[in-house]
T-cell receptor
Framework: GNSVTQMEGPVTLSEEAFLTINCTYT??????LFWYVQYPGEGLQLLLK?????DKGSNKGFEATYRKETTSFHLEKGSVQVSDSAVYFC????????????FGKGTTLSVSS | GAVVSQHPSWVICKSGTSVKIECRSL??????MFWYRQFPKQSLMLMAT?????????EQGVEKDKFLINHASLTLSTLTVTSAHPEDSSFYIC????????????????FGPGTRLTVL
C-alpha cells in the first residue's frame, strides 16, 4: 500500500533561517500529497497540497513541489518565524478513490528568536 | 475552512469503562468519516472509515467490537471505546469528508481538534 517517509526531527532553527523538511512517498497510481501542521494544543490544519505531478503547493511562505520522478514532496520556507514552531506532517491519499490519508511520523520544528 | 468539533476534548476513565467520543461537522454534510488515533509523538493512524447510514470499515488490526463507530447522520459520528484499558490511551481524531452546504464543489478533508483519552 501507499506509504510516506518523513525526515525525523526535531529541527531547531533560528528565526529567518531556511527550512527544508524532506518527505518521500511510495504509491500506486497518482495520489494527492499534503502537508499538515499541528500547533501546540490544536488540531491538524492543512498547510498546502498538490494533486498531480509538478504541481507546487504554497501557503504562508511554505512551498512544496510534487516530484514524481523522485517521489518526493519536500517542504521549504525561505525565512522561518518563531510562530512557525509546530509539528509538520507529510501525507498522501491512501488510494486513488478514497480520501483517507496516510501520514508520516511528523517533524517537530522549533524556531528561536 | 469547515468547522469540526469533538466532545469531550479530554477524558480520564477507569479501566473497564466505556467512553463515547462525538464528532460534529457544523457547516457541511459529512458523507464519510475517518477516525484516526495518534500516540504520543507518533503519527496519525487510520482506524476506520464510515459512510453515513452504513457500517464502518476497519483497518487491519483494529478491533471492531472494541471501537464502535456510529455514523447515523451527516453531521454526527460517534466513536465508543468499549471496556477501555490503559493501552487504549491515545489521542483520537475524527476527519469528516463531504460537501459544503453552500458550495457543492468544495471537497476537502478537515480534522477535529481531537480527544485525549487516558485510561487509568
Amino acid at each position: 500500500g501507499n506509504s510516506v517517509t518523513q525526515m525525523e526531527g526535531p529541527v531547531t532553527l533560528s528565526e529567518e533561517a531556511f527550512l527544508t523538511i524532506n518527505c518521500t512517498y511510495t504509491a500506486t497510481g497518482y495520489p494527492s500529497l499534503f502537508w499538515y501542521v499541528q500547533y501546540p494544543g490544536e488540531g491538524l490544519q492543512l498547510l498546502l497540497k498538490a494533486t498531480k505531478a509538478d504541481d507546487k503547493g504554497s501557503n504562508k511562505g511554505f512551498e512544496a513541489t510534487y516530484r514524481k520522478e523522485t517521489t518526493s514532496f519536500h517542504l521549504e520556507k525561505g525565512s522561518v518565524q518563531v510562530s512557525d514552531s509546530a509539528v509538520y506532517f507529510c501525507a498522501l491519499t491512501k488510494n486513488q478513490a478514497g480520501t483517507a490519508l496516510i501520514f508520516g511520523k511528523g517533524t517537530t520544528l522549533s524556531v528561536s528568536s | 475552512g469547515a468547522v469540526v468539533s469533538q466532545h469531550p476534548s479530554w477524558v480520564i476513565c477507569k479501566s473497564g469503562t466505556s467512553v463515547k467520543i462525538e464528532c460534529r461537522s457544523l457547516d457541511f454534510q459529512a458523507t464519510t468519516m475517518f477516525w484516526y488515533r495518534q500516540f504520543p509523538k507518533q503519527s496519525l493512524m487510520l482506524m476506520a472509515t464510515s459512510n453515513e447510514g452504513s457500517k464502518a470499515t476497519y483497518e487491519q488490526g483494529v478491533e471492531k467490537d472494541k471501537f464502535l463507530i456510529n455514523h447515523a447522520s451527516l453531521t454526527l459520528s460517534t466513536l465508543t471505546v468499549t471496556s477501555a484499558h490503559p493501552e487504549d490511551s491515545s489521542f483520537y481524531i475524527c476527519s469528516p469528508n463531504g460537501q459544503g452546504v453552500l458550495d457543492s464543489s468544495y471537497n476537502e478533508q478537515f480534522f477535529g481538534p481531537g480527544t485525549r483519552l487516558t485510561v487509568l
